[in-house]
T-cell receptor, first 114, second 111 residues
Framework: GAVVSQHPSRVICKSGTSVKIECRSL??????MFWYRQFPKQSLMLMAT?????????EQGVEKDKFLINHASLTLSTLTVTSAHPEDSSFYICSVRSGTDTQYFGPGTRLTVL | QQQVKQSPQSLIVQKGGISIINCAYE??????FPWYQQFPGKGPALLIAIRPDVSEKKEGRFTISFNKSAKQFSLHIMDSQPGDSATYFC??????????FGTGTRLTVIP
């Protein structure tokens, strides 16, 4: 399967600061990447679909100005949480799609906003 | 509205036993049904997946049973081991659309 990395694995920041999370597809070129968030003991919630070279598609209820997504290359997508607040504390996971079906997930990034 | 309903929420199984997790869906356009395993603090890992043209798929100790008419599918873990203790998510999607995830099942295998 595809190998997906995320950096950092965990980050703690102060309220009001911005945090950037990187997602890399290590062994194939991904035209589409996905960003999810997961609260403790809950399922994965799709935030947005990141398309290389074009604007991301955000799910209903996800603020695009709050969660900035950049998919600048076929192997890298970034999620920037702007002006983070404690309620943004969550586990953020990216994934890449191989072919039309199979989706591989990164190891996740634990964001804690103080 | 939950597109994929998963049960049970939690499951405790004795080592060596069979773990069974069930999922149901309504959208008949769904044509791909994967199962993911997630350990605490880690991303989900693809376990096994099935398409609706087959009724069963087996990979090692993991088997998916698929009932198209009932719109249900299940994951069976044979000879469950303590190392299988994790949260399992079923999912479904239609064509090139996004994955819809179930709510997850926390499996605990006791020695």
């Amino acid at each position: 399967g595809a190998v997906v990395s995320q950096h950092p694995s965990r980050v703690i920041c102060k309220s009001g600061t911005s945090v950037k999370i990187e997602c890399r597809s290590l062994d194939f070129q991904a035209t589409t990447m996905f960003w999810y968030r997961q609260f403790p003991k809950q399922s994965l919630m799709l935030m947005a679909t990141s398309n290389e070279g074009s604007k991301a598609t955000y799910e209903q209820g996800v603020e695009k100005d709050k969660f900035l997504i950049n998919h600048a290359s076929l192997t890298l997508s970034t999620l920037t949480v702007t002006s983070a607040h404690p309620e943004d504390s969550s586990f953020y996971i990216c994934s890449v799609r191989s072919g039309t079906d199979t989706q591989y997930f990164g190891p996740g990034t634990r964001l804690t906003v103080l | 509205q939950q597109q994929v309903k998963q049960s049970p929420q939690s499951l405790i199984v004795q080592k060596g036993g069979i773990s069974i997790i069930n999922c149901a869906y309504e959208n008949t356009a769904f044509d791909y049904f994967p199962w993911y395993q997630q350990f605490p603090g880690k991303g989900p890992a693809l376990l096994i997946a099935i398409r609706p043209d087959v009724s069963e798929k087996k990979e090692g100790r993991f088997t998916i049973s698929f009932n198209k008419s009932a719109k249900q599918f299940s994951l069976h873990i044979m000879d469950s081991q303590p190392g299988d203790s994790a949260t399992y998510f079923c999912a479904a999607k239609a064509g090139a659309n996004n994955l819809f995830f179930g709510t997850g099942t926390r499996l605990t295998v006791i020695p």
